[in-house]
């Protein structure tokens, strides 16, 4: 006799995006290329921070990220953390990123120690430039919304991740947060 799954399970486990015996809408195609700048990002890094406060340096930090590409190639998982100092606390942060092909951008989620509220991030490729571009608005909690842009220039084994708050009333960027990472070989 063949295995099924009840209409319940199978309806339970496709919610929860388990793959399934069955056939799946497929993903709209998507050039090859438009993962390449997930896969110069995978690896483990080394992180110098510089952090700004009124547009001039106010500390310094070091860290780690782990960026792990899931199987298919199409998102990214980051995990950084920077041990607590005598300055600063300990800071760890979450993010998810990837293309989304049916909103045709990239987009990414980020989490940490730091925000009262997830970040979404809507981003571009900019190929010649080898240079991530984002964008995102985030609640302050106090019933305002911040715009952020964010930079990230790949350089081979290093990549430059720059985090800028725009000014409420004109759009300036002020630099938040510098981090120069460089890419540990692989053993």
């Given amino acids: 006799m063949p295995f099924s799954l009840s209409r319940p399970l199978a309806t339970c ?4 995006g388990l793959p399934l015996f069955c056939q799946t809408p497929s993903e709209p195609p998507v050039d090859p290329v438009i993962y390449t700048p997930l896969r110069m990002e995978e690896g483990t890094w080394d992180a110098e921070v510089t952090f700004y406060e009124s547009d001039k340096e106010s500390g310094h930090a070091t860290g780690v990220q782990t ?3 899931l199987t298919n190639g199409h998102w990214m998982v980051n995990d950084f953390k920077i041990p607590a100092s005598d300055k ?3 800071y760890e942060g979450h993010g998810v990123w990837g293309y989304d092909p049916v909103a045709k951008t990239y987009v990414d989620t980020w989490v940490d120690t730091n925000d009262l509220t997830v970040r979404t991030d809507y981003g571009f490729w900019n190929e010649k430039d080898k240079t991530m571009i984002w964008s995102s608005k985030q609640s302050d909690g ?3 919304f911040i715009d952020y842009r964010i930079t990230e220039e790949f350089k081979g084994d290093l990549r430059v991740f720059t985090f800028y708050q725009l000014g409420m009333a004109t759009p300036n960027p002020h630099p938040l947060v510098k981090i120069v990472f460089k890419k540990r070989k692989t053993r």
């Fill in 88 to 90: 600063f606390p300990a």
């Fill in 13 to 16: 486990l496709l919610a929860f």
């Fill in 67 to 69: 960026n792990t590409l």
């Fill in 142 to 144: 106090k019933g305002h």
